[in-house]
């Protein structure tokens, strides 16, 4: 066993600092209320966290712990009263009872107060001892956990709880620490390994959970099936991450969502010496997951937000993950990330107090413009002109069927972006968040790209001198290709894509971008753009768009005008404008639209011009104009 934390350092680091104290204080009050009041019954049933979600304007519910009748919603303020809202909630009050562990452990260090092992202890008991009564209410039987509504609640309660006994270990007993094992972490392991069946990110969570309790507690079998089974960690690290680091969902979320249980998974790892001849393979792996994103990222520390992610996302969503990686790896990169979390309002955390000691680095890495051939993605620079292009998708998990799309920075300011989505739940998940529709690229008869195959895009040129990329995806429907060219010069973007079918289609060209919107054009509003069927109700003769999910319907404010020439529309923002300029083609019909994000309460404005043809190209720049 090897100390990782120099706990007396910590101490000192808490009594000279004044945000290290304030937290710690801030930390224990809300820990201590917890202890005091904690109440849990085995008969509680648990429900799944993404029915979180108001009924009236589908935003996020805030989690009150003093309340589990009434919950009310962030956007709106609604207050929401269900038996599905209350079980969330037991549910949640669970991961905080779980965290509270760890909590523990570490105050219990700190402090040396008793009452933080009986409170670990009273928790490790419970659920020990009533484990096989616990029910869960998951929205399907295949996502089950036990003591959680999902077994990848569980992983996470097996992994906090873990950590807080490690912090404390000496004040466990043999005894009880094989009770525990026996009657609570053995039957964990046990459900993990039953339910990791696939390349995916909540196979590597229970996977590293189930790892964990094979290293930590000694057990052979777990730690074989941990590491070394069929959908098992290095299983997972092999066939799921690219040659350039990415998880293969393609999601940044999701991306340290699976990184974020292997870092734990090696720190604990480190803190018994454990070690196998893989060891230093999955080290390596690891490393490359916590660079990719850093070369992807933009100038202002937001994230490209491809696929399913929560709406906005950028580098401190993901501070504690560095934290970690800064203290497991002697890397100067993860030192320079972590200094950024020194910078301005950034909540302190223990991975913070325990783990940043960088505040005397500086972040002055620049990646310039970066491919990804494997991922299927690129980074396109010039200064703070910045342009995140997406060309390849690796796995139907969590996919938006948005190949070729873009996301696009004018000095630092990302002002076409990827809305993610907001909510399994909602209804706009499907309808339009999960849509082709909503992103920067091209739809074809109205229907989404096509979801049977997976298009792997590959790029014919590409130089990093002039930042110019020209990716060519086959098939994105039957007999469709895609060719897109961009090229980055500061303040100014070129565009060319270039739609290429065996027949004649319908083609919608899509861009959306903050800002208001205005065209020197005559316009005309039409009331819809809704398909017919849609209008009616009548489904799909082909059943691959069902009015639910056509998406079209969710184009707002129609305004239309007809050109063959060259025409331009701009995106007025408080302090640029960002012009949108294409070429003339004859028969195009241009679409002023607004449309929402990931909820109803914020709207944007875009563009779709249509087109009818069977091969067709769109030349489009854009620029940035400063007021
Ligand atoms: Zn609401
Ligand atoms: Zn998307």
């Known amino acids: 066993m090897i100390e990782i934390i120099n706990w007396e350092v910590i101490k000192t680091r808490i009594k000279n600092t004044e945000w290290a104290g304030k937290f710690i204080e801030v930390t224990k009050e809300r820990l201590d209320g917890f202890i005091e009041s904690y109440h849990d019954e085995s008969s509680r049933i648990t429900g799944w966290f993404h029915h979180y979600n108001c009924e009236k304007c589908q935003g996020r519910l805030t989690f009150n712990i003093e309340n589990s009748e009434e919950h009310v919603c962030s956007v709106c303020g609604q207050v929401n009263k269900s038996e599905t809202f209350t079980k969330v909630?037991?549910?949640?009050?669970?991961?905080?009872?779980?965290?509270?562990?760890?909590?523990?452990?570490?105050?219990?260090?700190?402090?040396?107060?008793?009452?933080?092992?009986?409170?670990?202890?009273?928790?490790?008991?419970?659920?020990?001892?009533?484990?096989?009564?616990?029910?869960?209410?998951?929205?399907?039987?295949?996502?089950?956990?036990?003591?959680?509504?999902?077994?990848?609640?569980d992983a996470s309660a097996v992994i906090a709880m873990i950590q807080g006994i490690d912090m404390a270990r000496e004040r466990f007993s043999d005894e009880e620490l094989k009770y525990y094992y026996e009657k609570l972490f053995k039957k964990e392991a046990e459900m993990f390994d039953f339910f990791a069946n696939r390349i995916y990110n909540i196979p590597v969570w229970i996977k590293c959970a189930q790892a964990m309790v094979g290293v930590f507690f000694n057990e052979e079998e777990h730690i074989q099936k941990g590491f070394y089974s069929i959908y098992g960690i290095l299983d997972q690290l092999k066939k799921g991450v690219t040659d350039e680091g990415m998880w293969y969902e393609g999601s940044m979320h999701y991306h340290y969502y699976?990184?974020?249980?292997?870092?734990?998974?090696?720190?604990?790892?480190?803190?018994?010496?454990?070690?196998?001849?893989?060891?230093?393979?999955?080290?390596?792996?690891?490393?490359?997951?916590?660079?990719?994103?850093?070369?992807?990222?933009?100038?202002?520390?937001?994230?490209?937000?491809?696929?399913?992610?929560?709406?906005?996302i950028d580098i401190f969503n993901y501070r504690t993950h560095y934290e970690y990686a800064s203290i497991i790896y002697d890397n100067p990169l993860f030192k320079k990330v972590c200094s950024m979390f020194w910078d301005g309002e950034v909540k302190?955390?223990?991975?913070?107090?325990?783990?940043?000691?960088?505040?005397?680095?500086?972040?002055?890495?620049e990646f310039g413009t970066v491919n990804n051939p494997s991922s299927g993605t690129a980074?396109?620079?010039?200064?703070?002109?910045?342009?995140?292009?997406?060309?390849?998708?690796?796995?139907?998990?969590?996919?938006?069927?948005?190949?070729?799309?873009?996301?696009?920075?004018?000095?630092?300011?990302?002002?076409?972006?990827?809305?993610?989505?907001?909510?399994?739940?909602?209804s706009l998940f499907?309808?339009?968040?999960?849509?082709?529709?909503?992103?920067?690229?091209?739809?074809?008869?109205?229907?989404?790209?096509?979801?049977?195959?997976?298009?792997?895009?590959?790029?014919?040129?590409?130089?990093?001198?002039?930042?110019?990329?020209?990716?060519?995806?086959?098939?994105?429907?039957?007999?469709?290709?895609?060719?897109?060219?961009?090229?980055?010069?500061?303040?100014?973007?070129?565009?060319?894509?270039?739609?290429?079918?065996?027949?004649?289609?319908?083609?919608?060209?899509?861009?959306?971008?903050?800002?208001?919107?205005?065209c020197k054009n005559e316009t005309e509003e039409i009331e819809t753009l809704a398909p017919e069927y849609l209008k009616n109700g009548s489904p799909d003769p082909h059943g691959r768009k069902a009015p639910r999910q056509a998406g079209y319907q969710h184009l707002l404010d129609v305004k239309k005008f007809e050109t063959d020439d060259d025409w331009t529309a701009n995106f007025e923002?408080?302090?640029?404008?960002?012009?949108?300029?294409?070429?003339g083609e004859p028969g195009t019909t241009v679409h002023l639209v607004n449309s929402y994000t990931a909820n109803k309460e914020k709207t944007r404005h875009g563009l779709m011009v249509r087109r009818r043809a069977d091969k067709t190209l769109f030349a489009t720049t854009y620029e940035c104009i400063y007021k």
């Open 573 to 583: 923002l408080p302090d640029k404008i960002i012009r949108v300029t294409m070429k």
């Open 348 to 365: 302190p955390s223990f991975a913070r107090l325990l783990f940043n000691t960088w505040e005397n680095e500086a972040y002055d890495v």
């Open 379 to 426: 980074m396109l620079r010039d200064k703070r002109t910045e342009l995140f292009f997406r060309y390849s998708t690796l796995t139907h998990l969590h996919r938006h069927p948005d190949e070729m799309s873009f996301e696009l920075a004018f000095d630092g300011d990302v002002v076409s972006y990827d809305i993610g989505n907001g909510g399994y739940a909602s």
């Open 89 to 153: 909630w037991y549910n949640m009050y669970r991961g905080r009872a779980n965290t509270s562990v760890y909590e523990s452990g570490i105050m219990y260090r700190l402090t040396g107060e008793e009452k933080y092992i009986k409170h670990m202890k009273r928790v490790l008991s419970f659920y020990s001892d009533n484990y096989d009564d616990f029910v869960s209410e998951p929205i399907a039987k295949r996502f089950e956990g036990k003591l959680q509504n999902q077994h990848l609640d």
């Open 258 to 312: 699976t990184v974020h249980p292997i870092a734990m998974l090696m720190f604990i790892c480190r803190r018994v010496e454990f070690n196998i001849p893989e060891m230093q393979y999955i080290y390596d792996k690891i490393e490359k997951m916590f660079e990719y994103p850093l070369k992807m990222m933009f100038s202002n520390k937001r994230l490209p937000n491809p696929h399913d992610g929560h709406p906005y």
């Open 430 to 518: 499907v309808e339009w968040q999960r849509k082709t529709l909503c992103h920067n690229t091209v739809v074809i008869d109205e229907s989404d790209h096509m979801r049977m195959s997976l298009p792997f895009g590959k790029a014919e040129e590409f130089n990093i001198e002039d930042s110019y990329i020209k990716v060519k995806t086959k098939a994105l429907y039957e007999a469709t290709d895609f060719t897109r060219a961009f090229k980055v010069a500061e303040n100014k973007v070129e565009d060319e894509f270039l739609v290429h079918s065996w027949d004649t289609h319908l083609v919608d060209w899509f861009f959306y971008c903050e800002g208001e919107l205005t």
